[in-house]
């Protein structure tokens, strides 16, 4: 018999968004239904020269952290949504936290810089509950903390 899995479900996934305060507090965003979490990639840089035999790459060194696409139910009255989109027009950068629903009581998060990218809707059509989509682009490096 083979060893049982430890996947987690999603559900109680939380995206939070942070106030810029010291110490900060996260509130939660509220209605998310999806997400991709911040993917990481690292530049290449070329060195291929007259004794390669193939072409020959390095690491640049410097990490992205990439973009975390959140879709949730557009609710007007949410505090967070509100202020997703007042920090798209005003372009602010500041710390969100992505916590999952892995461990009982100490759960795996990635904190991260980020500015809103985009940010559509409310969309919707007949016989579906209006959302939002937002993408959020990573600055820096972001912070992971894993469950035990």
Request: charged fraction near 20%.
């Amino acid at each position: 018999m083979g060893t049982p899995t430890k996947a987690k479900p999603t559900k109680n996934t939380l995206i939070q968004r942070g106030d810029g305060g010291g110490p900060e507090t996260f509130t939660t965003i509220g209605e998310v239904m999806s997400f991709s979490s911040p993917q990481v990639s690292v530049d290449e840089i070329e060195v291929t020269n007259f004794d390669s035999t193939a072409k020959e790459f390095i690491s640049s060194g410097l990490a992205a952290g990439g973009e975390l696409t959140i879709e949730m139910n557009f609710v007007g009255s949410d505090a967070q949504q509100q202020g997703l989109r007042t920090d798209c027009y005003a372009g602010t950068t500041r710390n969100f936290k992505f916590v999952m629903n892995d461990h009982a009581t100490t759960k795996s998060n990635v904190t991260f810089a980020a500015f809103v990218k985009n940010i559509d809707g409310p969309k919707g059509s007949v016989g579906e509950a209006y959302k939002t989509t937002v993408t959020l682009k990573v600055t820096g490096a972001p912070t992971w903390a894993y469950a035990p």
